[in-house]
């Protein structure tokens, strides 16, 4: 577990902040408000070399690990951004390194690494399966070479600003198999290549951007976008989701830690009756009790990522450091609010448009409930409770 940052994380946190500073808040209440990706920050971060930060050196990344990873999303939501807008090209990593073939490997990751070819779309959500991944009903037919997709997805992020897409779907029967995780596969879509294979609509949420409901209408993909064993896909998203939690920890600490800079320095600003209300304990002390949770929490994700670099089981930390780090980041941006008074409503303040962020992370990905169900049950081995 890291007590200290190394020269070379403090480094990251200095590039990545140099590239943030070139957008400003304005630039991402624009985003925000108009629904549109922020294309000019995606390139940027790529120009830069973050987004291919995770992608080992011999395929053109830089190498780095997944705490390394935690830190760039970090960074870029401390700078009042979105990270969300580019943290599925890292989180897609755990999964694709892990589990692709060295053909895949050689054939995407060195474009992905210099931006030329985005992988930003994780596919597993459905209407009628949420959380109980076990029960998706898009499907894969094996037909001589090649797989034969239908199905349906929803709330499935920047499909329109991307190249390639990782897809859940079910190759064997739910009621054929002996474990129901048995029977659903991985696949690498070239979206590029899809023609009217996948239709498209497009969600309004409260954070804008590109989330969409799709359609596969007999997708023809070839056999050589199957990643890891026919069957066997869920465990391969399960280091994918891992590495998700880790890395969404990271931009909830982010927003938490922006929340913080944001109540200090209008606490210590704004006058009311003569004095700054920071005097006031009922401003000052939920601040303070946010930065606590927010340190804390820190920790645990820490804990989470040097594990999983070093390919230990991190699965509970994983989980663990995401509850707290956006339960942490929630209470910052509460306290941020109270301490803005009605100024928080005001979108110049973009306060609203951050507390959105953050309201949201306590939801996806993975809801706050669905993972105390998972420490009662596979960490304090308690009987299931659903």
Request: proline share 3%.
């Amino acid at each position: 577990m890291i007590l200290e940052s190394t020269d070379l994380q403090n480094d990251i946190r200095a590039g990545v902040r140099e590239v943030c500073s070139r957008f400003d808040l304005d630039y991402w209440k624009q985003s925000h408000e108009e629904g549109t990706h922020p294309t000019e920050f995606v390139k940027a971060m790529s120009d830069a070399g973050w987004l291919g930060a995770l992608i080992p050196e011999e395929y053109g990344g830089s190498g780095l690990g997944f705490t390394e990873g935690a830190i760039i999303l970090e960074e870029v939501n401390r700078s009042g951004g979105n990270s969300n807008q580019v943290h599925a090209q890292m989180y897609t990593m755990g999964a694709l390194l892990r589990h692709g073939s060295e053909e895949q490997k050689r054939k995407y990751l060195p474009k992905i690494a210099n931006g030329s070819l985005r992988l930003q779309t994780f596919a597993v959500t459905e209407p009628d399966a949420g959380t109980d991944t076990t029960k998706i009903k898009t499907f894969a037919v094996k037909k001589g070479d090649r797989y034969i997709i239908n199905g349906q997805k929803i709330f499935i992020s920047r499909f329109n600003n991307t190249d390639l897409m990782l897809l859940l779907a079910r190759t064997t029967p739910l009621d054929q198999v002996q474990k129901k995780t048995h029977g659903i596969s991985l696949f690498l879509i070239d979206t590029r290549e899809v023609g009217k294979g996948i239709e498209a609509t497009k969600i309004s949420t409260m954070l804008g951007g590109d989330t969409n409901q799709l359609f596969f209408n007999d997708l023809e993909v070839p056999e050589e976008c199957l990643i890891g064993e026919e069957g066997r896909g869920l465990y391969c998203v399960m280091d994918g989701m891992v590495a998700e939690r880790i890395l969404v920890s990271g931009s909830a600490l982010g927003n938490g830690k922006w929340f913080i800079d944001q109540a200090v320095k209008y606490a210590n600003e704004r006058v009311v009756f003569d004095r700054p209300i920071g005097k006031n304990q009922g401003i000052q002390f939920p601040i303070a009790k946010a930065y606590m949770e927010l340190r804390s929490a820190e920790a645990l994700m820490y804990e989470a990522a040097t594990k999983f670099d070093n390919n230990m089981p991190a699965g509970a930390e994983a989980n663990m450091a995401k509850y707290l780090c956006s339960e942490a980041a929630y209470d910052a941006a509460e306290a941020c609010m109270q301490t803005h008074g009605g100024y928080a409503a005001a979108n110049e303040y973009h306060i609203n448009r951050k507390w959105m962020q953050a309201r949201m992370m306590k939801i996806a990905p993975i809801s706050s409930n669905l993972i105390l169900s998972y420490v009662g049950q596979h960490v304090l081995k308690m009987p299931r409770s659903y």
